[in-house]
């Protein structure tokens, strides 16, 4: 069999996700004609049924639902390779790193301070993301390096160097009677009526069940805490971003964080590997 063509992919995944080939057509900028044809053409190739043809419209098949996760991996492959060989053109482009908006701010200035203050050293551009946006950045491309926690990121994939271990703290109303304590453990936080916890995202990007609010962005979390709607659990480090409205208490029995640097394993750059070890040198206190 002959190997796929983006462009068949392309087509493919339109009409799976429209679900209908007059409106995949007119996403795609072509004829329906010409687009129910390559379908055809690309199933006979493959010797299944990719699409579920009826009056009632268009719909999956299970080889047509393995085809659409492949499709969309092999596309934003091709797109990041894209964009990671015209960056690579320009020797005069800054790295990109990625991280959480306020998580490991001191790392990541002592980071960039190194990095300032070392000659010939690509420059660095900070690439802010909310939660769990790291590892997409990485893997399409748009970033070259970036800052993530175990076990909360997704690191499937990279390559990583351990920077440090750090333990975790609750960011609570300044108001609320729990804030006035030294420290608390997750039993003390876990079921609190008036304030439930906030629901961080999955690796898989679903949600636990709770009747706190789901994170979504940092400045949503930290508004609702500061208005006495949820408190949550985060690395200490994270506590940069907290609001005057906004009291930190550690937890004394949360499991611990382990902040990495982490970068793509098809990545060669002398740039990469010159930041990573400055990092891993600034991780285990020695000077960069």
């Known amino acids: 069999m002959e ?11 339109a009409v799976a996700e429209e679900l209908h080939f007059g409106r995949a057509a007119v996403r795609l900028g072509i004829a329906q004609p010409p687009l129910s044809r390559a379908i055809r053409q690309l199933e006979r190739r493959l010797g299944v049924e990719l699409l579920d043809r009826d009056r009632r419209g268009v719909g999956l098949t299970d080889p047509g639902r393995v085809l659409l996760r492949e499709a969309r991996s092999a ?13 690579a053109g320009d020797p005069t482009r800054p790295l990109v790193l990625a991280t959480k908006a306020g998580a490991s701010h001191e790392l990541l200035q002592r980071l960039l301070d190194a990095v300032a203050s070392k000659s010939g050293a690509a420059p660095i551009e900070v690439l802010l993301c909310e939660v769990g946006e790291q590892a997409g950045l990485l893997r399409d491309g748009h970033a070259d390096v970036a800052l993530m926690h175990q076990p909360f990121d997704d690191l499937a994939g990279f390559d990583t160097e351990d920077l440090c271990v750090e333990g975790q703290v609750a960011i609570l109303p300044a108001e609320h009677p729990l804030a006035s304590h030294d420290q608390l453990t997750l039993a003390d936080v876990r079921d609190v009526p008036d304030l439930p916890i906030a629901r961080w995202p999955r690796l898989d990007g679903s949600y636990p069940d709770g009747p706190g609010p789901e994170v979504h ?62 990092a891993v040198r600034l991780g285990s206190g020695e000077n960069p």
């Open 3 to 13: 190997d796929f063509e983006t462009r068949e992919l392309r087509y493919f995944v």
């Open 75 to 87: 596309l934003d492959a091709v797109a990041a390779a894209a964009r990671r060989t015209r960056r």
């Open 217 to 278: 962005t940092q400045s949503q979390l930290a508004q609702l805490v500061a208005l006495g709607k949820t408190l949550l659990v985060i690395p200490a480090s994270s506590r940069a971003w907290q609001w005057p409205e906004h009291v930190a208490v550690p937890i004394v029995d949360a499991p611990n964080v382990t902040t990495v640097i982490a970068w793509p394993p098809s990545s060669h750059s002398p740039a990469v590997a010159s930041l990573v070890r400055s």
